[in-house]
């Protein structure tokens, strides 16, 4: 399996023209970060609010706001940033959102099923075969089998939505995967769910980008690595020992 490799890249948020974008400090939301996940790898990715974090994510699934500037992102030989959302996805890039959206008229199953066979191009699983696994996985997150039936994330309580991002992500089962504050809100037993998914996921070669705020679910996922980000940049990486610099000193030492 091929790492996912990002290589100096700086993305500017849409209605900052290009050129300020670049020359500005303050236009840039993401610069010159360079990263690269293996398989199987864990990357903590950490920092005050508003450092960039969720935009390099974003920018990386292709979301139109975020205007790449410079900069690769490679996956299996292709640079994803030339590719559609559905392209980055179909090559084995997962995103979930730190705040999913409420979309009244579909369900939940039928986001899961369309996901699937469009991303998979599975045109032999059989959809209730599909269904009975999707129903366990969900009793393994503690969600009850109507969430299927509700509309995708309308009235959801905000562990109900982050369950089902999981869900989600353990239906496709993407070769790497980015976890935006998956555990923010989470109370301990829900939290201690999202950590086995993760280690899961990682015993199976998944890579993983695992944004947080909370050190509380590092103790239990131990990320091979941690990155502090500020300003858009990358500013230092390390181990795990890291994280106890960051409570003991805050991100204002770095």
Known sequence: MKSLKIQGLSVAVEGAPLQE???????????EVNLVINPGE?????????????SLALALMG??????????????????????PNERAKLGLFVSFQNPIAVP???????????????????????REFYTEV???????????????????????????????LLLLLSLNPKFVILDEIDS???????????K??????????????ITHNQK?????????VHIMKEGKIVQSGSLKLVKEIEEKGYLSF
């Not at 864990?42 to 969720?54: D, F, Y």
């Not at 039928?110 to 959809?127: E, G, H, M, P």
């Not at 679910?217 to 690595?225: G, M, N």
């Open 21 to 31: 974008a670049s020359a500005r400090q303050g236009k840039t939301v993401v610069s």
């Open 42 to 54: 864990v990357h903590a990715l950490m920092g005050p609010n508003g450092s960039g974090k969720s």
């Open 63 to 84: 979301h139109p706001a975020y205007q790449v500037i410079s900069g690769l992102a490679m996956l299996g030989g292709k640079n994803l940033l030339s590719l559609n």
């Open 105 to 127: 008229g579909i369900t939940f199953g039928q986001l899961i099923w369309a996901s699937f066979k469009n991303i998979t191009d599975d045109n032999k699983r059989d959809v």
């Open 135 to 165: 129903k366990k996985q969900a009793k393994s997150l503690g969600l009850k089998e109507d969430m299927l039936e509700r509309f995708i994330n309308d009235g959801f309580s905000g562990g109900e939505k982050k369950k089902a991002e």
């Open 185 to 195: 809100g989470l109370d301990v037993d829900t939290l201690k769910i999202a950590a």
């Open 197 to 210: 998914v993760i280690k899961g996921l990682v015993k199976n070669g998944t890579g993983i980008i695992l």
């Open 217 to 225: 679910i590092l103790q239990y996922v131990k990320p091979k690595y």
